[in-house]
């Protein structure tokens, strides 16, 4: 019988919704528990910001930050209505939204898939929404 290798059992890449917000802002979306983990705690940059729906079930949003730029406020509420968007407050008005750096999101010591810890959010209220897109 042939011996199996870990190597095997890689970690297909997480499945992701893409976004294109403006010229160099790409706002990421998990799908699944899993797909969320990966992209929070291993595909996101420490300057990069992470999104969540307060108090709701909804996808990890990552939106990517270029090296030495920094987002205004209406690219953070973009992303943040993305997050909103792929939430169960998806019908809801208005919709607190966490955002924090992806530096300070950490996963605490055996918690389910897709959950994790945030430190030094900020909340943001937004209607959800994807982009429009240009045509």
Same mark, same amino acid.
């Not at 705690?41 to 969540?52: C, G, K």
């Given at each position: 019988? *042939?011996? &199996?290798?870990?190597?095997?059992?890689?970690?297909?890449?997480?499945?992701?919704? #893409?976004?294109?917000?403006?010229?160099?802002?790409?706002?990421? +979306? $998990?799908? /699944?528990?899993?797909?969320?983990?990966?992209?929070?705690?291993?595909?996101?940059?420490?300057?990069?910001?992470?999104?969540?729906?307060? $108090?709701?079930? $909804?996808?990890?949003?990552?939106?990517?930050? *270029?090296?030495?730029? #920094?987002?205004?406020?209406?690219?953070?509420?973009?992303? +943040? +209505?993305?997050?909103?968007?792929?939430?169960?407050?998806?019908?809801?008005?208005?919709?607190?939204?966490?955002? /924090?750096? +992806?530096?300070?999101? &950490?996963?605490?010591?055996?918690?389910? *898939?897709? /959950?994790?810890?945030?430190?030094?959010?900020?909340?943001?209220?937004?209607?959800?929404?994807? *982009?429009?897109? #240009?045509?």
């Amino acid at each position: 019988m *042939p011996q &199996t290798h870990p190597s095997q059992y890689r970690q297909a890449p997480p499945r992701v919704f #893409e976004y294109i917000l403006a010229p160099n802002w790409v706002v990421l +979306a $998990g799908r /699944t528990d899993m797909d969320n983990d990966r992209l929070s705690l291993h595909m996101a940059a420490p300057n990069d910001w992470w999104f969540h729906v307060r $108090g709701q079930p $909804g996808s990890h949003v990552i939106l990517r930050v *270029p090296k030495g730029q #920094e987002p205004d406020r209406a690219i953070l509420k973009m992303a +943040a +209505a993305i997050a909103a968007y792929h939430s169960k407050s998806r019908q809801g008005g208005i919709v607190p939204v966490s955002a /924090t750096r +992806a530096r300070y999101v &950490t996963k605490p010591h055996g918690a389910k *898939p897709g /959950t994790v810890q945030i430190r030094k959010e900020i909340v943001l209220k937004v209607r959800p929404a994807l *982009p429009q897109a #240009e045509g």
